[in-house]
Antibody, heavy 128, light 110 residues
Framework: EVQLVQSGPVVKKFGESLKISCKASGYSFASDWVGWVRQLPGKGLEWMGIIHPGDSDTRYSPSFEGQVTISADESISTAYLQWSRLKVSDTARYYC?????????????????????WGQGTTVIVSS | SYELTQPPSVSVSPGQTARITCSGDVFPEQYSYWYQQKPGQAPTLVIYKDSERPSGIPERFSGSSSGTTVTLTISGVQAEDEADYHCQSVDNSGTFSHVVFGGGTQLTVL
């Protein structure tokens, strides 16, 4: 079974650092892109960025560039999302998800079959 | 960057047809994707590439595209279809083909 299993809920204080994880199983982790999605309480989905674990090619959505760091460890099939200094506004549920498809660099075209596998989500609460 | 606009809510009676629209300048050049999200759960892909259905998704879910608007249609709505629905496409305006989501539509089954 193809699945992504995320780390558990976290409560942190403003200014602290945090790294949450997403472990893949049931497919070739190195072959498919893994992205991160933020969902603020009661709000819609926001795409944060994506990584290709096979070559660590990492791309950030403009709104999240410089705010978070996405990484992956191919040896343990795990992707990560980290913050160096949390803000109260980072309180949200975070999902990792597989974006199935192939990215054609020269054409800047992602032939995608959708974000087809999702983790269960990690709730992050940041207090002041 | 591109924006995708969805109605905040749609209501329908059981057995009727629900249509959820998503408008954006990226259409029709880019494909659309649709996700269902029930309370407390992760989203699930229900339509990809405008009108394709992943395995396991009921036939009552279909997608279509016309100009700058794409539509998710749920025929013969059931109580279990009550959920938030998110449309998705891509933004190629920068150096990478990023995912963009609409604001989401809450489907209420009366």
């Amino acid at each position: 079974e193809v699945q992504l299993v995320q780390s558990g809920p976290v409560v942190k204080k403003f200014g602290e650092s945090l790294k949450i994880s997403c472990k893949a199983s049931g497919y070739s982790f190195a072959s498919d892109w893994v992205g991160w999605v933020r969902q603020l309480p009661g709000k819609g989905l926001e795409w944060m960025g994506i990584i290709h674990p096979g070559d660590s090619d990492t791309r950030y959505s403009p709104s999240f560039e410089g705010q978070v760091t996405i990484s992956a460890d191919e040896s343990i099939s795990t992707a990560y999302l980290q913050w160096s200094r949390l803000k109260v506004s980072d309180t949200a549920r975070y999902y990792c998800a597989r974006r199935k498809g192939h990215y054609y660099v020269t054409r800047n075209y992602f032939d995608s079959y959708g974000v087809d596998v999702w983790g269960q989500g990690t709730t992050v609460i940041v207090s002041s | 960057s591109y924006e995708l606009t969805q109605p905040p809510s749609v209501s329908v009676s059981p057995g009727q047809t629900a249509r959820i629209t998503c408008s954006g300048d990226v259409f029709p050049e880019q494909y659309s994707y649709w996700y269902q999200q029930k309370p407390g759960q992760a989203p699930t892909l229900v339509i990809y590439k405008d009108s394709e259905r992943p395995s396991g998704i009921p036939e009552r879910f279909s997608g279509s595209s016309s100009g700058t608007t794409v539509t998710l249609t749920i025929s013969g709505v059931q109580a279990e279809d009550e959920a938030d629905y998110h449309c998705q496409s891509v933004d190629n305006s920068g150096t990478f083909s990023h995912v963009v989501f609409g604001g989401g539509t809450q489907l209420t089954v009366l």
